[in-house]
């Protein structure tokens, strides 16, 4: 019999309807709110209200919603309201109901002047404790790496700097600012062009396009992918000086140093190797070499006299101590020009001027980062190091929006990039967490495992096997998809 016909017209009363069991048992948000408790952040700005007044919206909510707004790559917070008396499961992930009053989009405006970007970096290292606990970070090989962002502002609203500090001298001298504060900020003059909409972003050049925007250098951990270190600066900075507080923000996050460290080219620089040196690292990071002339003799067939200060050239002539060069922080050991024009090498070699050889001033450093590793084993460190860290940041463009800044300024670029990488970080979380095998799995595991070695398995086998245990045990427990 057919039934009747479906009519769209509403109801007075919905005395059987809970959001709860409006949102499938696969749904990503009901394992994220399983996994990730949100509510430290009461403590955590309870300070920043007063006890009187207005009463603001639950910090917990207004959380939730900055972290929506880039786990759903919602282009804006507007947008997000608009979408959220639409979405269920939203609602629900925000502790609201069908009737609720939507909030005003300038609430997480508001939430993030009033919190600041330190409020954003806790969070991040709330997720990633939850991480380190669950075993997700080995901490023994990382990834460091940079990825440009482009500001929220046109290329229309760059300027010469001159207007902007005319005006910014007229509203210093109409607030009556200090002195002292008019002299520290003239010790450091800005570049000479800026964007009017975003005064805090610089340009870059890479690949032969100019970028107006941000940076953010990033420390991915080999095991799983989880960051575990963001810094981000404007655009106008060296990749390559970052490299510091990325690894020291990793150790605090973490408790502990990376043992080894790989990067690209960009970080390759005598001061990180110095460095690494002394803190006991072993950094796997190309370096820019200069280029030799066809049919030239190299440097290294060059041999550097410690106790001389100079070099010995390969017909036992001496390169005494030159000068040294502060731009290039090398030193220049230079042969006599009558000496080269008398070798019998001289037309491989050099001119008639006399051969030249740099030293850069922490070039122990560079040698030594040169012999740490093998050929085969750098390369495979540096094919890993794509997968990992170029990885994170393919994620972080193609599912939340990583490329373009949402909001305007240094801080709240920072803020963004956090919010990100700790949504990146919960994903694996809940992702990796249901593939762990339980206690007694785990130790079955490990009986069938000694058991087959002891028959004389190959290692191999034995690896494709534990993989396949591990499959089987998370199969057992079925888990939301994020």
Known sequence: MMGKRQTTEPKLFYTQLNLADRVGPRNPLRAIASAVDFSWIRQEVADLYGTNGHESIDPIVILKLHFLLFFE????????MERLSERLDWLWFCGYDLDSTIPDHSVLSKARRRWGREVFAQFFRCVLEQCVAEGLVDGSVLHVDGSLISANASMDSVGPRLELLGGELFDRLEEEETQEEHDKDQEDPPPPKVSSTDPDARFRRKNGKLTLGYQEVRAVDDKHGIITASVTVDAGQ???HQMEPVLQQHEENVGSAARTVVADKKFGTGENYQQMRQDNQRPCIPHAKRTVHRGRIGADQFTYLPEEDSYRCPQGQKLPYSSYSRSKRAHLYK???KVCRACPLRASC?????????????QEAIEWADDLWSREHRRRLMRR???????SFADATNHHGYKRARWRGLGSVTMQNLLIAAIQNMRKLVRYARKRPPALAARLNLALHLTLASKGACQFCLKRFCRLMEGVWALVQPQPAV
């Open 238 to 240: 060296e990749e390559s």
């Open 385 to 391: 190091r794509k997968h990992v860290v170029e990885g």
């Open 350 to 362: 050099a001119g008639c001027r006399g051969r030249i050889i740099w030293r850069h001033q922490d």
């Open 73 to 80: 790559n919602v282009p804006s917070a507007r947008l997000l």
């Open 335 to 337: 042969a006599p020009a």
